[in-house]
């Protein structure tokens, strides 16, 4: 051993010099003084020591590769530049506000508007910054996001396997894993930590959005949107390393508790992000929640009972909107909750002749999400579905349907009306009086979505068909009919937007608003002149405002590259501008007018 290692002293040569690296000569370094060319040329023979860079590990080689296919991607989208704020890395431990301040900005997102392609965790992310995340979710039940009430989110469970493994998320079985890196993505959107947005932190205006009980109800409502594009690039890579973690432990095909979480998290990610229903993962829940409730894992108290019937409700209307089959079977629907409930005849009867109380509110609940459920059926199989559209319309469906939404939305309107006295009232605490302010906005918004899609059906059906010569034989809709059933439409559509945009002025909290996805269609909506049918010209704009200022609100989460926010700025300020010139035309048609009768008195007095 002792010859070995002399051997390897003789072998090692000491550095070039300075002098003869800068002529890329040979040098022959002495140990005891210059080397003899330095020597011969007189001048200070010095050697810099070379420092060697460590070997990089695998998770390093990973985030190298991933950077390379990000910086050779071109951007595949228009609108606000994806570098905004600093890189958040993910192999640098967070340790203080220098070291963000020294990082490089991101690079554009490939594939902005589709999944992320899945990957291999790299995020060190903090201890700090995972109890503080994970905090967000033991907040009043009655401050957070809706998603934090479902069920069957073992939040307890992991929390304490959390606390057990010292918060280290490598330590936790990999079904826990995937919960928890699901959650952590989720509350991402919503965090103000510096990990996760940068620096820069809110101003006082923009933080009370955040407690306020009405964050719509100001006359000035700030812009958040920079907050959505600063923390893209952490959220979508979470979002892939989690769709990696989920691949990896087979959440899709083993099913358990967390698996049917972690499933629900990230359909409902798909959902509120890119605004696309019914995924893979969704249809995956549905499965596990089926085969739960046949061993009986599932709860079955009362008030979680109304949980899982209310989460039904976000299971179904993403895939209305995306036009997707519904995932969720009336089978489904009652072995999940096994209660009947009650007929909309039975309750309209119920709330409009006698004053009902707040259970009694929260338990019709039932009988909204099964009968959305049953109308998103409907309209998805003969109206908006893939299959649907490629056959021709049946009108005596569609006048069905028609009659279907009048009943419903005679229901919707007594519910309505009890929850509007119980909240003029003010004998609720103010725990029960968010939930009813809640509960108000989640039935206008699932009501609104049946009527926005049957209205955009209906205007793309009548736009095919100015396109061709209707043919009698062939059982098409005459276009004269489908114009009128279009014009219905957009008397309800009309309608029901003005009825969103006044229960989201009183809305509880900022987190429980509409995706901007949603947000953007009502909006577009409103913008269209020919759509404003059976409201008034104020409450058209009323409404506008106030999707703009929740797409300014909602910002904060959600990168918004729509553009709606802009061209609502710009119609308003049109018909400001029209209004002035009006009302100075009228001052200038009365000037002229007693000028002309006074120029008439002075005339006949002159003659």
Same mark, same amino acid.
């Given at each position: 051993?002792?010859?070995?290692?002399?051997?390897?002293?003789?072998?090692?040569?000491?550095?070039?010099?300075?002098?003869?690296?800068?002529?890329?000569?040979?040098?022959?370094?002495?140990?005891?003084?210059?080397?003899?060319?330095?020597?011969?040329?007189?001048?200070?023979? !010095?050697?810099?020591?070379?420092?060697?860079?460590?070997?990089?590990?695998?998770?390093?080689?990973?985030?190298?590769?991933?950077?390379?296919?990000?910086?050779?991607?071109?951007?595949?989208?228009?609108?606000?530049?994806?570098?905004?704020?600093?890189?958040?890395?993910?192999?640098?431990?967070?340790?203080?506000?220098?070291?963000?301040?020294?990082?490089?900005?991101?690079?554009?997102?490939?594939?902005?508007?589709?999944?992320?392609?899945?990957?291999?965790?790299?995020?060190?992310?903090?201890?700090?910054?995972?109890?503080?995340?994970? !905090?967000?979710?033991?907040?009043?039940?009655?401050?957070?996001?809706?998603?934090?009430?479902?069920?069957?989110?073992?939040?307890?469970?992991?929390?304490?396997?959390? !606390?057990?493994?010292?918060?280290?998320?490598?330590?936790?079985?990999?079904?826990?894993?995937? /919960?928890?890196?699901?959650?952590?993505?989720?509350?991402?959107?919503?965090?103000?930590?510096?990990?996760?947005?940068?620096?820069?932190?809110?101003?006082?205006?923009?933080?009370?959005? @955040?407690?306020?009980?009405?964050?719509?109800?100001?006359?000035?409502?700030?812009?958040?949107?920079?907050?959505?594009?600063?923390?893209?690039?952490?959220?979508?890579?979470?979002?892939?390393?989690?769709?990696?973690?989920?691949?990896?432990?087979?959440?899709?095909?083993?099913?358990?508790?967390?698996?049917?979480?972690?499933?629900?998290?990230?359909?409902? /990610?798909?959902?509120?992000?890119?605004?696309?229903?019914?995924?893979?993962?969704?249809?995956?829940?549905?499965?596990?929640?089926?085969?739960?409730?046949?061993?009986?894992?599932?709860?079955?108290?009362?008030?979680?009972?109304?949980?899982?019937?209310?989460?039904?409700?976000?299971?179904?209307?993403?895939?209305?909107?995306?036009?997707?089959?519904?995932?969720?079977?009336?089978?489904?629907?009652?072995?999940?909750?096994?209660?009947?409930?009650?007929?909309?005849?039975?309750?309209?009867?119920?709330?409009?002749? !006698?004053?009902?109380?707040?259970?009694?509110? @929260?338990?019709?609940?039932?009988?909204?999400?099964?009968?959305?459920?049953?109308?998103?059926?409907?309209?998805?199989?003969?109206?908006?579905?893939?299959?649907?559209?490629?056959?021709?319309?049946?009108?005596?469906?569609?006048?069905?349907?028609?009659?279907?939404?009048?009943?419903?939305?005679?229901?919707?309107?007594?519910?309505?009306?009890?929850?509007?006295?119980?909240?003029?009232?003010?004998?609720?605490?103010?725990?029960?009086?968010?939930?009813?302010?809640?509960?108000?906005?989640?039935?206008?918004?699932?009501?609104?979505?049946?009527?926005?899609?049957?209205?955009?059906?209906?205007?793309?059906?009548?736009?095919?068909?100015?396109?061709?010569?209707?043919?009698?034989?062939?059982?098409?809709?005459?276009?004269?009919?489908?114009?009128?059933?279009?014009?219905?439409?957009?008397?309800?559509?009309?309608?029901?937007?003005?009825?969103?945009?006044?229960?989201?002025?009183?809305?509880?909290?900022?987190?429980?608003?509409?995706?901007?996805?949603?947000?953007?269609?009502?909006?577009?909506?409103?913008?269209?002149?020919?759509?404003?049918?059976?409201?008034?010209?104020?409450?058209?704009?009323?409404?506008?405002?106030?999707?703009?200022?929740?797409?300014?609100?909602?910002?904060?989460?959600?990168?918004?590259?729509?553009?709606?926010?802009?061209?609502?700025?710009?119609?308003?300020?049109?018909?400001?501008?029209?209004?002035?010139?009006?009302?100075?035309?009228?001052?200038?048609?009365?000037?002229?007018?007693?000028?002309?009768?006074?120029?008439?008195?002075?005339?006949?007095?002159?003659?």
């Amino acid at each position: 051993m002792s010859t070995a290692s002399s051997t390897n002293s003789k072998r090692k040569k000491p550095p070039a010099c300075d002098y003869c690296k800068v002529h890329r000569v040979l040098c022959h370094p002495q140990s005891n003084g210059p080397c003899p060319r330095c020597a011969e040329k007189g001048v200070n023979c !010095q050697t810099t020591p070379v420092t060697r860079r460590k070997r990089r590990t695998k998770a390093e080689l990973v985030q190298s590769a991933t950077r390379k296919e990000i910086d050779t991607s071109s951007p595949s989208t228009s609108g606000p530049p994806t570098n905004i704020g600093p890189l958040h890395p993910s192999s640098i431990p967070f340790q203080s506000h220098d070291e963000l301040s020294t990082m490089v900005t991101i690079q554009p997102i490939p594939n902005i508007l589709d999944e992320p392609s899945p990957v291999p965790p790299t995020i060190q992310m903090p201890t700090e910054v995972i109890k503080e995340l994970m !905090q967000m979710l033991r907040n009043a039940p009655y401050d957070m996001h809706p998603i934090i009430t479902n069920p069957i989110i073992p939040l307890s469970r992991l929390r304490k396997s959390l !606390q057990l493994h010292l918060w280290d998320l490598h330590s936790l079985s990999p079904q826990e894993r995937v /919960l928890a890196h699901c959650l952590l993505t989720f509350i991402a959107l919503h965090s103000k930590n510096p990990f996760i947005i940068g620096l820069g932190e809110l101003s006082t205006e923009e933080s009370q959005r @955040f407690t306020s009980s009405s964050p719509l109800k100001t006359p000035v409502v700030p812009d958040l949107r920079q907050f959505g594009f600063r923390r893209e690039s952490v959220v979508r890579r979470l979002w892939a390393e989690a769709l990696w973690l989920a691949n990896q432990a087979g959440i899709a095909t083993n099913t358990s508790k967390e698996n049917a979480a972690s499933c629900w998290i990230l359909g409902h /990610l798909r959902y509120v992000i890119l605004g696309k229903g019914a995924s893979a993962f969704s249809a995956a829940c549905v499965y596990h929640m089926r085969t739960l409730a046949e061993d009986g894992q599932l709860p079955t108290i009362e008030s979680e009972l109304l949980k899982l019937r209310g989460h039904m409700i976000g299971d179904v209307v993403p895939a209305l909107m995306a036009g997707k089959s519904i995932p969720l079977t009336l089978n489904d629907e009652f072995l999940i909750v096994p209660l009947k409930p009650e007929s909309l005849e039975q309750l309209i009867s119920t709330f409009t002749t !006698q004053t009902c109380s707040t259970s009694e509110i @929260f338990l019709s609940i039932h009988t909204f999400a099964h009968n959305i459920a049953l109308l998103a059926r409907e309209t998805v199989e003969n109206l908006t579905g893939a299959y649907a559209r490629s056959q021709l319309l049946d009108e005596c469906f569609l006048i069905k349907h028609f009659a279907s939404l009048d009943l419903f939305h005679s229901f919707l309107t007594a519910v309505l009306q009890q929850i509007s006295w119980h909240l003029n009232s003010s004998r609720s605490s103010p725990q029960k009086m968010f939930y009813l302010r809640a509960c108000s906005y989640g039935f206008v918004v699932s009501w609104g979505s049946l009527v926005l899609v049957l209205l955009e059906l209906l205007r793309d059906r009548s736009m095919y068909n100015t396109t061709r010569v209707n043919n009698a034989d062939s059982g098409e809709m005459s276009s004269h009919r489908l114009s009128m059933h279009l014009h219905h439409a957009r008397k309800l559509a009309s309608r029901t937007a003005v009825e969103v945009s006044e229960t989201m002025r009183d809305i509880p909290s900022i987190m429980r608003l509409l995706p901007p996805s949603d947000l953007v269609r009502w909006a577009r909506f409103l913008l269209v002149e020919e759509n404003i049918v059976d409201i008034t010209r104020t409450q058209s704009l009323q409404a506008l405002e106030c999707f703009r200022d929740a797409l300014k609100l909602v910002g904060f989460s959600y990168a918004d590259r729509s553009g709606v926010v802009d061209i609502i700025d710009e119609h308003l300020a049109s018909y400001v501008a029209d209004n002035m010139l009006t009302l100075l035309g009228q001052q200038n048609s009365g000037w002229m007018h007693d000028y002309a009768s006074t120029g008439l008195d002075w005339l006949e007095t002159g003659l």
